[in-house]
């Protein structure tokens, strides 16, 4: 039995989660998932359509490592791992509308490099009667669009995440959250640990997924060839009753830097359009505000693939997510180095990075066996992981039975989209210590209203089961406090107005 | 107040309306003269009253404890001058009051010696 | 609560009322200020003090009150009315001759009036304000900037800063505030807290709690004038920016929506497009006092009641009710003309001296002033309606000489 090899991932995104789960299959690794926020998937995993690609858009001459990995990624999803985690997406398949004669061209070169890249069932559909049997709000200008029925997406892309991340830790694997990573050591050419701002962690292998900061990790390592620097993406995400909406994911024909605004139906039947892309400069690593700009900008380009949207004003919530690009090339840096013994890097992992997550994992593991990890897998590995049966999807008997078990499911926590406080209490056992953690474990807060009617009461439920004063509850960690003490708290300060 | 004319506006509160109000300021200390835009007598009257002493009700919270809400709302029965209003929070925020609590229950009699008493609005029950 | 009073007093058998809250009174417990039942009750209430009259006045007159009962579905097939709730003690389904939705109202949130920027913790609606400070006795923040000048705003500025809060400003988008003018002068002009007219808030800064807010200067047609924006720093951003009616049930039930008034539209008996199923309160029109949610309560229970014991007119003699210069929403959108109607509704700008004309039947109000955000209220008797030749009514305003 070889010896226990120490594994260090800088990053629990959805690539630190991935190879978290896939490491975790061996006997003789023992792994550490290192996050710096107080819950994982909360860099640029949580804020981006949540498309799990055909793989048909990256071109393998210029860029062989995404072309290589993004229909990889889609199988590992379709086929695997979203049943066996149990996270909830669907297979719309998608449509990249053509809305000139000269963007056909286009078409047929993503067919083809579509069929290079392995994307299974690629086609171009002409013909406008079956275009719009496919897609009921596409755009009448269209003339041709290829149809990808591979295409999925993940209800919210923080709650895959967290699916990846909980397996990965029912299978041994020690998170460590609120933990940033502040140095990573290497002796003789050797990787020896991590310093983190909560000690140190030993470790043989680094596995730098640091996201928008894997420039800078990878610094750390002696290992500079790189610039990483931020590409915001706006979005635009609609009420329930607003239509009209989209039966399948909706591409614009690609430009160079993006594939344009995405028009997409989401799983819980919200329209959500975006992103735009805004280079940013590299320090902006924390520009995840939204501007009028950007939203207007994705809103003007939306309207080319669709043949109507509904109204603004149906519109309840705008966000907007940094993707890490990385420079000089844009393709995915992963691999290892001959002067860093231990260190790889898993870096830049822009669009479409949620998608390949799967194979960035399996692309790890090769590059460990390569350089000289022997590697044993588990006899028992859990690929499983169930969430419990939402109250909001069951059936009303099971609903009854559910709150004659537990009454605390006869309480509702949020309004609109259904889920009980036992629900909540649950989702606090699973992990979740702030707002926001519930939020993408349970859908409390996504609705309508945007919490602004539950929001309070479920600050409550977790200052109970959590035992601190609810003005101590925060929506992301430290520093995003709900409230700043009781009532009574400024009462007699100096520098009160006079009345 | 404006310094240099003496004239002194406001927006009467009396009833909905809302009527901009404007006053100069009389020979005698307090003294309000030729009162304009009121559309009722109440308004003279309220002007009056207003630029002399002014008063209003405090509406606010008690901390309550074992209850099951851990403040209970509360007013006071009669306006309080105006400028004692933060004077009041400070005064009503420094007592803790025993669950349960009834509406109508008088929690300070004589508030800050105004006269005015503080009383609860709302009923907060034992905690279960 | 008015509405199931209402119902015992003419004679319905059984009445009963959910809510989803663990005590009665919807918002009413958290408005800790007077001014509630000035019409209703001819007394200056606070609203917890009037939520408890009502409820008091329910439990004597027999209403079975079920409390932490959240409502899924209204179910409506058939002659089938029932309302499928969760319990403490389960699931149970409510099946009754009639239903009355008095839901409320939810406030729109920051999203919805298109403000950009970080989504700290720290921005609260006006309510969630008021329940966190009121309610449960919390502070949500120090410095604080407001949102939008409507009466529940300038409220909680004044609620703000009677607990030390440093309010810096509220920032008004149109010339003029939403809010009571008597209000602007108790809970801004008494504190120093400065009305920034024809301002508007653009921007939130601030990743993880609430730094700064960015504001510009708007015209007359609300557009932003540029280089005059500037930052306001502070911690708590309070959006008061209206309400909107809850009605997902009613719409999944299939109720037709009125797009004026974002709530099922309704004819005079206050009924949905759902036989035997009413709106009244804010979750049909937003009210601007208690008063007419209560009234429209009231009328509802009268019309529920009656049509379980009487008569009423088959669907097809409904009058649509046709805005008209000025309008922005009129509640009830159908008539019939052979009863007496009370009518809410609400202008889309501001105007003086004009009349508020029904011109079929030669009906009108003089008003010396009418703006949006103070509801036009007025009733017009069955004998009026005799007039009544044309197969629709039109309310409209038009000015006066």
């Known amino acids: 039995m070889p010896r226990t090899e120490r594994v260090a991932i800088i990053g629990a995104g959805v690539s630190g989660a991935c190879v978290a789960r896939v490491l975790s299959m061996y006997r003789n690794l023992e792994v550490h998932l290192i996050e710096r926020e107080v819950d994982v998937g909360w860099g640029s995993s949580k804020a981006n359509t ?30 695997a791992w979203t049943k066996e985690l149990d996270i909830p997406a669907n297979w719309p398949g998608d449509l990249v509308v053509a809305t000139d004669e000269g963007q056909i061209g286009a078409l047929e070169m993503l067919l083809e490099r579509g069929k290079r890249n392995g994307v299974p069932y690629l086609g171009i559909v002409w013909d406008r009667k079956e275009l719009e049997e496919l897609e009921s709000n596409i755009t009448p200008n269209a003339v041709a669009a290829l149809h990808a029925p591979s295409a999925g997406q993940f209800r919210h892309p923080a709650e895959a995440v967290i699916g990846v991340a909980e397996n990965a830790v029912s299978n041994g694997v020690r998170l460590h959250l609120a933990t940033e990573a502040i140095g990573v050591e290497a002796r003789k050419g050797q990787v020896s640990g991590v ?87 590299r320090e902006e690593s924390e520009a995840t505000d939204t501007t009028q700009e950007g939203l207007d900008s994705a809103w003007n380009e939306a309207q080319k693939v669709v043949k109507a949207l509904p109204p603004r004003d149906k519109i309840i919530r705008t966000f907007a997510g940094l993707r890490a690009e990385p420079e000089p090339s844009a393709d995915f840096i992963i691999r290892a180095y001959d002067d860093v013994d231990g260190f790889i890097n898993a870096a830049g992992i822009r669009s479409p990075g949620l998608t390949s997550a799967p194979a960035v994992a399996s692309e790890i593991v090769a590059i460990m066996k390569d350089r000289g990890a022997k590697l044993v897998r588990k006899r028992r590995w859990n690929p499983y992981r169930r969430r419990r049966k939402p109250f909001r999807e069951s059936s009303y008997r099971v609903r009854d039975r559910m709150s004659n078990q537990n009454p605390l499911h006869a309480k509702t926590a949020c309004q609109c989209e259904l889920v009980t406080e036992a629900e909540i209490v649950e989702a606090i056992g699973r992990g979740a210590t702030t707002l926001d953690g519930i939020k993408f474990r349970t859908q409390a807060m996504m609705g309508d209203c945007q919490g602004s009617f539950c929001q309070f009461r479920i600050a409550q439920i977790l200052a109970r089961e959590l035992n601190i004063p609810v003005w101590k509850v925060t929506k992301t960690g430290s520093g995003s406090e709900i409230g700043i003490g009781d009532i009574t708290v400024l009462v007699g300060r100096k520098g009160e107005k006079r009345a | 107040m404006n310094q240099e004319t003496g004239k002194l506006r406001m927006i009467c509160i009396v009833c909905p309306l809302g009527c901009e109000l404007e006053m100069e300021t009389g020979r005698e200390p307090k003294q309000i ?32 404890r074992d209850g099951n809400l851990p403040v209970v709302s509360v007013k006071t029965d009669e306006p309080i001058p105006k400028q004692m209003l933060l004077e009041a929070v400070r005064a009503i925020s420094k007592i803790e009051m025993e669950a349960p609590v009834k509406a109508g229950d008088i929690l300070i009699d004589n508030l800050l010696s105004t006269g005015a008493r503080v009383v609860a609005t709302n009923n907060v029950r034992k905690a279960d | 609560m008015a509405a199931a009073s209402k119902a015992r007093e003419l004679g319905a058998l059984n009445v009963v009322l ?36 009502l409820y008091e006045r329910a439990g004597s007159l027999g209403v079975k009150a079920f409390n932490s009962t959240y409502a899924m579905e209204l179910l409506a097939h058939k002659g089938r009315r029932a309302v499928r709730a969760i319990t403490p003690g389960g699931i149970t389904e409510f099946r009754s001759k009639t239903v009355i939705f008095a839901t409320g109202a939810r406030e729109r949130n920051s999203f919805e009036i298109g403000i950009v920027g970080h989504r700290p913790a720290g921005v609260y609606t006006a309510g969630e304000a008021q329940t966190m400070m009121d309610l449960h006795g919390v502070m949500p923040g120090q410095g604080v900037v407001i949102i939008g000048s409507g009466d529940v705003g300038l409220i909680m500025a004044r609620r703000l800063a009677l607990q030390g809060a440093d309010v810096k400003a509220v920032v008004e ?127 509802a229970a009268k019309s529920a009641v009656g049509l379980t014991q009487s008569q009423r007119l088959s669907s097809d003699r409904w009058r649509p009710v046709v805005k008209g210069r000025n309008i922005g929403l009129v509640v009830p959108q159908y008539v019939s003309g052979r009863r007496e109607v009370s009518f809410y509704g609400r202008v889309r700008q501001p105007e003086e001296n004009v009349y508020l004309k029904v011109p079929e039947i030669e009906v009108e109000f003089r008003q010396l002033r009418v703006k949006p955000p103070e509801m036009l209220t007025f009733t017009i008797t069955s004998k009026k309606f005799g007039k009544l030749k044309e197969g629709k009514i039109t309310v409209t305003v038009e000015p006066r000489g």
Not at chain 1, 51 to 77: M, Q, T
Not at chain 3, 26 to 41: A, K, T
Request: aromatic share 8%; with cysteine; proline share 6%.
């Open chain 1, 50 to 79: 949540g498309i799990i690609h055909a793989g048909y858009d990256d071109d393998p001459e210029r860029f062989p490592v995404r072309a290589r990995l993004c229909s990889k990624g889609n199988a590992l999803w379709r086929e």
């Open chain 1, 195 to 281: 310093k983190t701002s909560r000690g140190r962690i030993e470790a043989d292998w680094v596995i730098n997924a640091g996201g928008l900061y894997a420039e800078a990790i990878s610094k750390m390592a002696g290992v500079d060839h790189f610039r990483i620097h931020p590409r915001r993406g706006e979005y635009l995400l609609f009420s329930k009753d607003a239509y009209p909406k989209t039966e399948r994911i909706l591409f614009p024909t690609p430009t160079e830097t993006s594939k344009g605004v995405v028009v997409t139906t989401t799983v819980d039947g919200n329209l959500m359009l975006g992103p735009n892309a805004q280079d940013l400069r």
């Open chain 2, 33 to 64: 003269v030729n009162i304009k835009g009121s559309r009722c007598s109440k308004g003279k009257e309220y002007a009056a009253r207003e630029a002399a002493d002014p008063r209003r009700v405090l509406m606010a919270v008690v901390k309550v």
């Open chain 3, 18 to 53: 959910l809510d989803e809250k663990e005590e009665p009174g919807g918002v009413l417990p958290q408005c800790i200020h007077p001014g509630f039942g000035l019409h209703y009750l001819k007394e200056d209430l606070t609203g917890p003090e009037f939520a408890i009259r």
């Open chain 3, 173 to 299: 988008m149109l010339p003029y505030s939403g809010g009571l003018a008597r209000n602007v002068q108790q809970c801004l002009f008494d504190f120093g807290i400065p009305l920034y007219l024809s301002y508007k808030a653009t921007k939130i800064l601030g990743k993880r709690r609430v730094k700064a807010v960015e504001i510009v200067k708007v015209g007359d047609r609300l557009e932003e004038k540029p280089g005059t924006e500037f930052e306001m720093k502070c911690d708590t951003v309070i959006v008061s920016a209206g309400l909107t009616p809850r009605v997902e049930l009613l719409e999944k039930a299939g109720a037709r929506i009125d797009p004026a008034t974002r709530s099922a539209a309704v004819n005079e008996l206050l009924e949905t497009s759902i036989p035997r199923v009413f709106a009244a309160g804010n979750a049909l029109t937003i009210n601007d006092l208690v008063d007419y949610a209560a009234m429209q309560g009231e009328a």
